[in-house]
């Protein structure tokens, strides 16, 4: 009887990081499709070559836009390929006027990163 036991307690401690990892993960919250008018900026949450999610700060869920052919990407005024948006990087999407489910403009303005500060020389004494 003291080996079942064992065994079963052996078995349950070997089993519970088994079931630890199928715990469900929070949901994310989906992006929604724009209805705005006006331009939405904040960083880019999901990007592929058809749609870009934008996460506004203080936004509960992302607004996502279809790209396509006529979509004008710029990375610092300088014109780019939708596939030179990295996730992350803050934007700024303008709808087009007659659809605005569709990005007429995604427009990131990059600041150069200071350069890393040298190290201090160390006091002799």
Do not use: C, H
């Not at 401690?13 to 079931?19: K, N, S, T």
């Not at 300088?78 to 427009?107: F, H, I, Q, Y």
């Amino acid at each position: 009887m003291k080996k079942i036991a064992l065994a079963l307690t052996v078995l349950t401690a070997l089993a519970l990081p088994l079931v630890a990892q199928d715990a469900p993960k929070p949901a994310k919250k989906p992006s929604v499709p724009n209805t705005s008018a006006s331009p939405t900026e904040g960083r880019i949450g999901y990007i592929s070559d058809k749609k870009i999610a934008i996460r506004a700060k203080g936004a509960d869920v992302s607004a996502s836009f279809k790209l396509d052919a006529e979509t004008k990407v710029t990375v610092n005024g300088e014109s780019k390929a939708v596939t030179d948006l990295k996730k992350g990087w803050t934007a700024k999407v303008t709808p087009k006027t007659t659809d605005l489910e569709s990005a007429a403009s995604v427009e990131v303005t990059k600041t150069e990163s200071a350069a890393p500060k040298e190290a201090k020389p160390e006091a002799n004494e």
